[in-house]
């Protein structure tokens, strides 16, 4: 079982660069996101998905693109990899329901040089 | 609009002392509450839930919170800290309607003193 998957755990960038998160759950959830977490922020969210081809910008969402193609999958591309982009990175899913929790996936620490 | 304030950004406590950690909501609507426990480069990791049945919420770890609806609060109580406890913790809520937004504290780091 192993839930929400994210790759790779860690990425070390150069300003400009491009790159994708990758996301996958095996729970057929409906709702997944994306945050960053930044010390003394707490959780931020990027970008959030609803279902397969549905996608919302979140609180921060200048820089980075989502798709959701499938129900499984959900990568977030860094388009033009700034320093201000230095973050951990959480990916999360969980069913529709408004009492569902959030399931986490174990983050991508990501360093912008 | 729905907020969440996690009182204190640091608590210390005594290993086999009480902890406490303070959360309060404010909200229009009735919401679900959680608390996540985070530890040192781990993800967030359930602790409990606040649905509505029942308003003392006991989750993982001897941990256990209240829901007061008088006092807009939700707060994370273990009776004796265990030096596996030192982590961070989040408050979350979720609202019912559209997307069920989720909105989360800003975190407040236990640490426990052997």
């Known amino acids: 079982n192993a839930g929400v998957t994210q790759t790779p755990k860690f990425q070390v960038l150069k300003t400009g660069q491009s790159m994708t998160l990758q996301c996958a759950q095996d729970m057929n959830h409906e709702y997944m996101s994306w945050y960053r977490q930044d010390p003394g922020m707490g959780l931020r969210l990027i970008h959030y998905s609803v279902g397969a081809g549905i996608t919302d910008q979140g609180e921060v969402p200048n820089g980075y693109n989502v798709s959701r193609s499938t129900t499984e999958d959900f990568p977030l591309r860094l388009l033009s990899a700034a320093p201000s982009q230095t973050s951990v990175y959480f990916c999360?899913?969980?069913?529709?329901?408004?009492?569902?929790?959030?399931?986490f996936g174990d983050g991508t620490r990501l360093s912008i040089l | 609009a729905q907020s969440v304030t996690q009182l204190d950004s640091h608590v210390s406590v005594s290993e086999g002392t009480p902890v406490l950690l303070r959360c309060n909501y404010s909200?229009?609507?009735?919401?679900?509450l959680f608390w996540y426990v985070q530890h040192p480069n781990k993800g967030l990791q359930l602790l409990l839930k606040y649905t509505s049945a029942a308003t003392l919420v006991k989750g993982i770890n001897g941990f256990e919170a209240e829901f007061k609806k008088s006092e807009t609060s939700f707060h994370l109580t273990k009776p004796s800290a265990h030096m596996s406890d030192a982590a961070e913790y989040f408050c979350v809520v979720i609202l019912s309607g559209g997307y069920q937004k989720v909105t989360f504290g800003t975190g407040t780091k236990l640490q426990v003193i052997p």
């Open positions: 909200s229009s609507y009735s919401p679900s």
């Open positions: 999360a899913s969980r069913p529709t329901g408004f009492n569902q929790p959030q399931h």
